[in-house]
């Protein structure tokens, strides 16, 4: 069983970055594979980005493709989302995920893949 704690998160003005990061404890990072997801007031959260355990492959949603990048350090275990040219649609919390994997290096897009979640960092982007 692995434990994720968010941080990063804040208030932010259009056209900044940030780098979220999400720190797991009590299991082996480099098993699991990772995601990112956020949620937005008064919607269903969607997922964001995604990375095999070892970090060799990752898979971005079109809202944020191309503007950020997803990274995983199986030294530090920590997963971080770099994300740049915020706007105010950017604005909801994020969630990182993770997902047990063995004997493949595969990621996953969808919430019913991913059985364990942190507690999610306030992102607010203002105009």
């Known amino acids: 069983q692995v434990q994720l704690v968010e941080s990063g998160g804040g208030l932010m003005q259009a056209g900044d970055s940030l780098r979220l990061s999400c720190a797991a404890s009590?299991?082996?990072?480099?098993?699991?594979?990772m995601g990112w997801f956020r949620q937005a007031p008064g919607k269903e959260r969607e997922f964001l980005a995604a990375i095999s355990r070892s970090g060799k492959f990752t898979y971005y949603t079109n809202s944020i493709e191309g503007r950020s990048t997803i990274s995983k350090d199986n030294a530090k275990n920590t997963l971080y989302l770099q994300m740049n040219t915020l706007n105010p649609g950017d604005t909801a919390v994020y969630y990182c995920?993770?997902?047990?994997?063995?004997?493949?290096?595969?990621?996953?897009?969808?919430?019913?893949?991913?059985?364990?979640w942190g507690q999610g960092t306030r992102v607010t982007v203002s105009s």
């Open positions: 009590g299991s082996t990072f480099s098993t699991y594979a």
């Open positions: 995920a993770a997902r047990s994997v063995v004997n493949s290096d595969w990621y996953a897009i969808t919430e019913g893949n991913y059985d364990y």
